[in-house]
């Protein structure tokens, strides 16, 4: 299944469609693709011996669709059409063209578009064996209820500045509400205007190292093990608010694209080292469930 459709069939599907993914699922999609890169999988798949490649490529955390096939995707809105997407994938031969497929088996709907496209590549990543075999509901996080209009206006909306507040507080600095779950209130943080996302996260005291073990005691949700972009540990998806984080730098570009992680010319990318950005305003992120070193590593 990983030679379903190569890596052009795929880049061409992905820039004709996304235009056509519902702006609540347009970034979503984009960086669920860069959280299982196929060609991670296809060498994964291809070894002589898988672990010790993941050794060398440093891999940490979930990096295998095979173990979320039902949960990877809960951060897209269309996380709600997912049984049904995937009931009437499992039941079909999909077919020569990508794009083809992917918009008739999302209902040429903009809302079910984005978790079509990541069901056929879980498909194509997975096989289909083990796609049939995984209950939809097996530890399916539940998805966004919110409308998709209200879901956009809370990623583009900055925390209010109460004078009195500040004045009362003593600290008349900018405060700003960093989101890593919008599924879950309780997965924020504060963020002081300009602070580098993990230099933020590192002020939450709750014991956030429990859900991860890629976390540290003390360092708050976003997984590190250093502070100056040299182990990628920290990675992010940013789904709302990309532009209020500072630019990349040549340091952070050169890392994300050592890492494998994104290679892009834009000045704020949907992929960031967390320890390298810092926040302007109210931004929403996606925490991936693995890192690794694994551009340098790999050809073609």
């Excluded at 096989?127 to 919110?146: C, K, M, V």
């Excluded at 009362?168 to 309780?186: A, S, V």
Aim: proline share 8%.
């Amino acid at each position: 299944m990983l030679d379903l459709y190569d890596d052009h069939a795929w880049s061409r599907a992905l820039a004709v469609l996304t235009p056509a993914i519902h702006p609540v699922d347009q970034t979503a999609t984009s960086i669920w693709f860069h959280f299982f890169p196929l060609r991670l999988a296809r060498a994964l798949a291809q070894a002589p011996d898988p672990a010790a490649l993941a050794t060398k490529l440093q891999l940490q955390g979930r990096y295998s669709l095979r173990d979320q096939i039902d949960s990877s995707h809960w951060f897209l809105y269309g996380h709600r059409y997912w049984p049904e997407v995937k009931k009437a994938l499992a039941a079909r031969e999909p077919s020569a063209d990508p794009e083809a497929e992917i918009r008739s088996l999302g209902s040429h709907d903009p809302l079910r578009l984005g978790i079509a496209a990541v069901a056929l590549m879980t498909l194509q990543q997975v096989g289909r064996e083990a796609f049939q075999a995984s209950p939809p509901n097996t530890h399916n996080p539940s998805p966004n209820t919110r409308a998709e209009g209200a879901v956009l206006a809370a990623r583009a909306r900055d925390d209010r500045q109460p004078w009195l507040r500040k004045v009362l507080r003593g600290d008349m600095r900018k405060h700003w509400t960093i989101t890593y779950n919008e599924q879950n209130p309780d997965c924020r943080f504060d963020l002081i205007d300009s602070q580098p996302l993990t230099t933020a996260a590192a002020q939450d005291p709750r014991p956030l190292h429990t859900h991860d073990p890629r976390c540290k005691a003390g360092e708050g949700p976003i997984p590190i093990e250093c502070r100056a972009a040299a182990c990628g540990t920290c990675w992010v998806g940013v789904l709302g608010g990309a532009e209020k984080l500072s630019e990349v730098q040549a340091l952070e570009r050169r890392r994300i694209r050592e890492f494998g992680y994104i290679d892009t010319g834009e000045p704020k990318p949907l992929i960031r080292l967390a320890c390298m950005a810092q926040a302007f305003g109210s931004v929403s992120l996606v925490i991936p469930p693995w890192n690794g070193y694994f551009d340098r590593y790999l050809v073609g």
